[in-house]
């Protein structure tokens, strides 16, 4: 007998398999997902050139090449061309994700203002579309803008005093991404002026020299648009320099006994003595406490909550004032040092403190050396603080009217008494409250220059 397969039979079983290896070999190169693009919906290009960033990620037989023109009314522009290692075979030799960072420049690509789109492709090592592979597309939005904004002062000569503040009224011509007064590394932005509904025209930011400012810090306007273009002007501003007195404090027995060990608790300072535990929470619980107040400023509502003069507490007795530098000793060692940036003021123990303002407040909690501390947001970057309270009258989120009730007087926190430790912030910057107490200064400093914006 003959074997039931022949050489013709044996052949054609070999042709099957090899069509079935060939076959199951080739179904993955022909996946048909192309590669993922993840990129800006849109970019503003502006003089100093941008960095387009673009992530490609091809799960399948990974990603071969990634293209991007540039496309306009008159025409296009390749700005990018890569083909990444791989065959069809074996696929990409790298099959993790692209990230890609382009460098736009508007010069060097002679590319004019106006709107127009950029076109990222890309494709893999698919054997689909004759071998070319699954091809993806993304369009991103380009609007390259190489004019500056302009900004204009339309200010005077504006007198401020270090640990000061002051109004800035000035026009832009276009929608800013930020426009404000720049006084030496700090930076307090604007506001639309009263009355001007708009991004751009008239627009007053208030100002303020920090207390431990730098001798002659450049003072100016500065304006940039949501292309990076960046403007500035001078602003004709005269500084008028102050010295702040020196406050020498010898700090009791029962502060160290009483006040100190508590607060260390509370605030999670281990130290092995009390004096030690005093000198953390003076300089690094405030500092965190600060940084925290910082945060919580940053943001200010664009409209102004107030129109007459600030209040102090009433029927209270000045005890400490704006900017006092302070020394602590301990039996006749100084041991700490720091800036009293507000005042300190006394009346009948749990008085109650009243906004010292119209506004919003946007903190009421306890908040370190500060104790139980109030901060109201009176609009334009301008806030109250009041700390060391016994209770809360409020809550953040509130509106306040001027004289309403925030709270009581204490003890709470850093302190050897009961008071009321007020401060006024302006951008962030700690100010003298005396101005904002004196009717004339808001007069003749602000009320004027508001006035006269928009005429
Ligand atoms: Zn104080």
Same mark, same amino acid.
């Given at each position: &007998?003959?074997?039931?397969?022949?050489?013709?039979?044996?052949?054609?079983?070999?042709?099957?398999?090899? *069509?079935?290896?060939?076959?199951?070999?080739?179904?993955?190169?022909?996946?048909?997902?192309?590669?993922?693009?993840?990129?800006?919906? *849109?970019?503003?290009?502006?003089?100093?050139? +941008?960095?387009?960033?673009?992530?490609?990620?091809?799960?399948?037989?990974?990603?071969?090449?990634?293209?991007?023109?540039?496309?306009?009314?008159?025409?296009?522009?390749?700005?990018?061309?890569?083909?990444?290692?791989?065959?069809?075979?074996?696929?990409?030799?790298?099959?993790?994700?692209?990230?890609?960072?382009?460098?736009?420049?508007?010069?060097?690509?002679?590319?004019?203002?106006?709107? =127009?789109?950029?076109? @990222?492709?890309?494709?893999?090592?698919?054997?689909?579309?004759? #071998?070319?592979?699954?091809?993806?597309?993304?369009?991103?939005?380009?609007?390259?803008?190489?004019?500056?904004?302009?900004?204009?002062?339309?200010?005077?000569?504006?007198?401020?005093?270090?640990?000061?503040?002051?109004?800035?009224?000035?026009?832009?011509?276009?929608?800013?991404?930020?426009?404000?007064?720049? @006084? #030496?590394?700090?930076?307090?932005?604007?506001?639309?002026?009263?009355?001007?509904?708009?991004?751009?025209?008239?627009?007053?930011?208030?100002?303020?020299?920090? @207390?431990?400012?730098?001798?002659?810090?450049?003072?100016?306007?500065?304006?940039?648009?949501?292309?990076?273009?960046?403007?500035?002007?001078?602003?004709?501003?005269?500084?008028?320099?102050?010295?702040? =007195?020196?406050?020498?404090?010898?700090? =009791?027995?029962?502060?160290?006994?009483?006040?100190?060990?508590?607060? *260390?608790? +509370?605030?999670?300072?281990?130290?092995?003595?009390?004096?030690?535990?005093?000198?953390?929470?003076?300089?690094?619980?405030?500092?965190?406490?600060?940084?925290?107040?910082?945060?919580? @400023?940053?943001?200010?509502?664009?409209?102004?909550?107030?129109?007459?003069?600030?209040?102090?507490?009433?029927?209270?007795?000045?005890?400490?004032?704006?900017?006092?530098?302070?020394?602590?000793?301990?039996?006749?060692?100084?041991?700490?040092?720091?800036?009293?940036?507000?005042?300190?003021?006394? =009346?009948?123990?749990? *008085?109650?403190?009243?906004?010292?303002?119209?506004?919003?407040?946007?903190?009421?909690?306890?908040?370190?050396?500060?104790?139980?501390?109030?901060?109201?947001?009176? #609009? &334009?970057?301008?806030?109250?603080?009041?700390?060391?309270?016994?209770?809360?009258?409020?809550?953040?989120?509130? &509106?306040?009217e001027r004289g309403q009730s925030l709270g009581r007087t204490g003890a709470t926190g850093l302190a050897g008494g009961d008071h009321l430790h007020f401060a006024i912030l302006v951008g962030g910057t700690y100010v003298d409250p005396l101005e904002w107490w004196d009717a004339r200064w808001i007069q003749s400093h602000i009320e004027v220059k508001l006035a006269a914006a928009g005429r």
């Amino acid at each position: &007998m003959s074997s039931a397969l022949n050489w013709k039979g044996w052949s054609t079983i070999a042709l099957v398999v090899g *069509a079935l290896v060939i076959a199951v070999f080739s179904m993955p190169r022909l996946e048909s997902t192309g590669p993922t693009l993840s990129g800006p919906e *849109a970019v503003a290009l502006g003089t100093a050139g +941008h960095e387009l960033e673009l992530e490609a990620l091809d799960t399948g037989t990974g990603l071969r090449s990634l293209q991007v023109r540039i496309v306009s009314g008159g025409g296009g522009q390749t700005v990018y061309d890569e083909t990444y290692a791989g065959n069809l075979i074996t696929g990409a030799v790298d099959s993790g994700s692209t990230r890609v960072a382009i460098p736009l420049d508007p010069r060097a690509l002679s590319l004019a203002d106006g709107t =127009s789109t950029l076109i @990222v492709t890309a494709r893999d090592w698919s054997w689909r579309d004759a #071998g070319a592979g699954n091809r993806s597309e993304i369009t991103v939005q380009l609007d390259v803008d190489t004019k500056p904004p302009r900004i204009q002062t339309t200010t005077g000569l504006t007198y401020i005093y270090r640990g000061g503040a002051a109004a800035a009224t000035y026009r832009v011509d276009e929608n800013t991404a930020r426009d404000g007064v720049r @006084v #030496g590394d700090r930076f307090y932005p604007g506001y639309p002026a009263p009355g001007n509904l708009g991004g751009t025209g008239d627009r007053v930011a208030f100002f303020a020299v920090e @207390v431990h400012a730098p001798r002659d810090p450049e003072i100016r306007l500065e304006a940039e648009d949501a292309a990076g273009n960046v403007a500035t002007a001078s602003l004709n501003v005269r500084l008028n320099e102050r010295r702040f =007195s020196e406050e020498h404090l010898n700090l =009791s027995k029962r502060f160290f006994d009483r006040v100190v060990p508590s607060l *260390a608790e +509370h605030t999670g300072v281990t130290k092995p003595n009390n004096v030690e535990a005093f000198q953390v929470i003076n300089r690094d619980i405030r500092a965190r406490d600060e940084a925290r107040i910082q945060e919580l @400023v940053a943001e200010s509502d664009p409209q102004r909550y107030w129109s007459e003069t600030f209040t102090q507490l009433p029927n209270s007795k000045v005890m400490s004032r704006f900017a006092e530098q302070r020394r602590y000793f301990e039996s006749g060692n100084e041991i700490s040092q720091a800036t009293h940036y507000g005042f300190d003021l006394a =009346s009948r123990a749990a *008085a109650p403190v009243t906004a010292a303002n119209s506004g919003r407040v946007i903190f009421a909690d306890d908040l370190g050396i500060y104790g139980n501390c109030v901060l109201v947001d009176h #609009g &334009m970057g301008i806030t109250s603080l009041y700390g060391h309270l016994t209770d809360f009258a409020v809550k953040a989120g509130d &509106m306040v009217e001027r004289g309403q009730s925030l709270g009581r007087t204490g003890a709470t926190g850093l302190a050897g008494g009961d008071h009321l430790h007020f401060a006024i912030l302006v951008g962030g910057t700690y100010v003298d409250p005396l101005e904002w107490w004196d009717a004339r200064w808001i007069q003749s400093h602000i009320e004027v220059k508001l006035a006269a914006a928009g005429r």
